[in-house]
């Protein structure tokens, strides 16, 4: 079973970044899509950034467009979420998703995928 390793995290002021990683102990995560989703307490998974397996092409929500940038490492088998200017509102678990093939020109959703890492908190706070 593929599983994926998330590292990052933490709790930090509104204003404030934080970086969150993913990798595996397994498989290429190279060839694979990567979302990252976040789900906030009594709220629904919602994805924030897609890049696809296909072509590289990179997504994000509304929501952290032009504050979050995914990105891959690919010598470290690694795909990374860098966030700034972080809100109150971005106070979620975060989690990493992989798949291939999959496309992040669709709709995005958590039941797209099987393979999972084990979820991260960020806290944003004053």
């Known amino acids: 079973q593929d599983r994926l390793v998330q590292s990052g995290g933490g709790l930090m002021q509104p204003g404030g970044s934080l970086r969150l990683s993913c990798t595996t102990n397994?498989?290429?995560?190279?060839?694979?899509?990567v979302v990252w989703f976040r789900q906030a307490p009594g709220k629904g998974r919602e994805w924030v950034s897609c890049?696809?397996?296909?072509?590289?092409?990179?997504y994000y929500a509304d929501s952290v467009k032009g504050r979050f940038t995914a990105s891959r490492d690919y010598l470290r088998n690694t795909v990374h979420l860098q966030m700034t200017d972080l809100k109150p509102a971005d106070t979620a678990v975060y989690y990493c998703?992989?798949?291939?093939?999959?496309?992040?020109?669709?709709?995005?959703?958590?039941?797209?995928?099987?393979?999972w890492g084990p979820g991260t908190q960020v806290t944003v706070s004053s």
């Open positions: 998703a992989a798949e291939v093939p999959y496309s992040c020109s669709g709709l995005i959703k958590p039941g797209d995928f099987e393979t």
């Open positions: 397994g498989f290429n995560l190279n060839f694979w899509a």
């Open positions: 890049i696809s397996s296909s072509d590289g092409s990179t």
